[in-house]
Nanobody
Framework: QVQLVESGGDSVQSGGSLRLSCVASGITLSHYSMAWFRQSPGKEREAVAA???????NFAPTVKGRFTLSQDKAENTLYLQMNSLKVEDAAMYYCAAGGPCGGRWNAQDAWRFWGRGTQVTVSS
């Protein structure tokens, strides 16, 4: 059974930083692409970033240069480092696995497994 458990969400001020974690069980990170999506109230869930087993990444234009991805394969954990946070980054952040890192990486329906999310709040 695949489980993805996110953590690290918090309330921060604009310009601040957070690191989100996604611990995976039932899959091995080196064999699966992983991604982060986010959703704020009244909006569609949108792709944030993705990484494949070899370390290749994709980022949404809105976060490129501010967010980075890393993996601890020994701990089977995916990290999303978020710097220079903006009010518009506030959302529920979801970890996903089993989708494409290229191509349709930013399509929700391309990803097979999902976590329950962690909340990020950014105040001005």
């Amino acid at each position: 059974q695949v489980q993805l458990v996110e953590s690290g969400g918090d309330s921060v001020q604009s310009g601040g930083s957070l690191r989100l974690s996604c611990v995976a069980s039932g899959i091995t990170l080196s064999h699966y692409s992983m991604a982060w999506f986010r959703q704020s109230p009244g909006k569609e869930r949108e792709a944030v970033a993705a990484i494949d087993g070899g370390g290749s990444t994709n980022f949404a234009p809105t976060v490129k240069g501010r967010f980075t991805l890393s993996q601890d394969k020994a701990e089977n954990t995916l990290y999303l480092q978020m710097n220079s946070l903006k009010v518009e980054d506030a959302a529920m952040y979801y970890c996903a696995a089993g989708g494409p890192c290229g191509g349709r990486w930013n399509a929700q329906d391309a990803w097979r497994f999902w976590g329950r999310g962690t909340q990020v709040t950014v105040s001005s």
